[in-house]
């Protein structure tokens, strides 16, 4: 009997520390309200930078480099705080990618009237003294508002996240008393041309978030506490590799199914991990990890599939209600946490996230460490070396 008593103290141990699929997103339709599966309360504000050392976008030489960056972060949430809306007023590329023509027409309106269960606040209100920071980087044609859940999930659990809206490349940006810049299209011929500006983006935001954390009239006076992770999707996902590449004092970063043009001449020292979709695969770029690196493989998602967007185009065609695009966000959100705060406490042990592994989205994490030997590495994460290896002998 004793013996069933510890064995059952420890099953109820591991499944409290095992964080399961599919984390349960509540509706409120009295408040008009969705409430995100979130540690703890998190407020998000919006502010606008400039960078007067670097000039505006090729199509705007003559202006300073402008950029928004929304901020999501922990702090007391109270009934009396402005919510933070679930559909932005202005769409313009994602427009198209959300309301499709097999959208729903009806379940616009629903939806304009819903708010996440996130503080639109005024100014930031921090619940902690001293957070880990993480620059998030959207992919091209989307911006931060389009990331709100795996934002905010990630803030919730005790980080300050700084998400920027990389002007031009979003899909909107409207700097104070200014029209809105809308997205251009890449040369079809570079598609890494913009790398360089938004690797250069996110080292000016993280420069300006250390000003303002030095500054005792900022509202982030002391809120670092001196970790700083990096995190995108597609090609913020490939600046991030570019931006680790350049900045020492980033401790992490995460790549979500972002292809790094211009890989060759970059590697990076940091513990990285590439989060990818099932369909494409792009793992060239650990041949210049030279560090810890781990590949996540998440079955059935898509390129989209990190962001929103998927989850606004499944409400628009069938209403409000639980969807497993929804509960693979937040999957991925947690396992990105994870990796943060395993690396942000310097542990030397190799990463083993606590995330049930299930279907319609279940993932494999690979350990594609270069330190290791490769006969325990897994084929995908061998098979370009060892192109890369041919192509030098012969």
């Known amino acids: 009997m004793p013996r069933l008593s510890i064995y059952l103290l420890f099953s109820l141990f591991c499944l409290l520390n095992t964080q399961p699929l599919f984390a349960q997103l509540n509706i409120n339709h009295t408040l008009n309200r969705l409430i995100l599966p979130l540690e703890q309360s998190v407020g998000t504000h919006y502010m606008h930078f400039k960078d007067l050392n670097r000039p505006g ?26 919510r933070l809306p679930l559909l932005s007023n202005q769409f313009s590329r994602s427009h198209r990618l959300i309301y499709d023509t097999d959208a729903d027409i009806t379940h616009i309106a629903p939806l304009s ?12 209100h921090l619940s902690h003294d001293a957070l880990p920071l993480i620059i998030f980087s959207h992919g091209y044609y989307l911006n931060p508002e389009l990331f709100t859940i795996m934002a905010a999930h990630i803030a919730s659990q005790g980080y300050l996240v700084a998400s920027i809206n990389h002007s031009f490349g979003s899909d909107h940006y409207q700097p104070p008393n200014s029209k809105a810049l809308k997205t251009i299209e890449l040369p079809s011929d570079d598609l890494g041309i913009d790398l ?29 506490n001196g970790q ?6 597609s090609y913020g996902g490939a600046a991030a590799f570019y931006t680790a590449a350049k900045t020492p004092e980033v401790t992490a970063i995460v790549n979500m199914d972002g292809t790094v043009f211009g890989w060759q001449d970059i590697t990076v020292t940091q513990p990285f991990m590439y989060v990818q979709a099932d369909e494409e695969y792009f793992s060239e770029i650990f041949i210049n990890v030279h560090n810890t ?9 898509n390129h989209v599939s990190f962001s929103d967007i998927v989850v606004l185009k499944d409400w628009l065609k069938n209403g409000l209600k639980e969807t497993p695009q929804f509960n693979a966000i937040i999957d991925v959100a947690r396992l990105n946490a994870a990796f943060f705060e395993h690396h942000f406490n ?35 994460c061998l098979m370009h070396r060892i192109k890369h290896w041919t192509q030098q002998l012969f």
């Open 293 to 301: 690196g781990y590949l996540a493989l998440f079955e059935s998602l």
């Open 57 to 82: 976008h090729r199509t705007q030489p003559d202006t300073p480099r402008q950029l928004g960056v929304r901020f999501f972060y922990p702090t007391n949430l109270t009934t009396s705080n402005q």
């Open 196 to 224: 360089p500006m938004w690797s250069a983006d996110q080292r000016f935001v993280l420069a300006k978030i250390k000003q303002m954390d030095q500054d005792p009239q900022s509202p982030l006076f002391n809120a670092l």
């Open 228 to 233: 700083v992770g990096i995190l995108g999707h």
């Open 346 to 380: 310097h542990t030397e042990e190799t990463f083993v996230p606590a995330l049930e592994s299930k279907t319609p989205f279940s993932f494999k994490l690979s350990d594609c460490n270069p330190k290791h030997n490769d006969s325990a590495t897994p084929l995908r």
């Open 113 to 124: 009237a819903m708010t996440w269960n996130i503080a639109a606040e005024s100014e930031i």
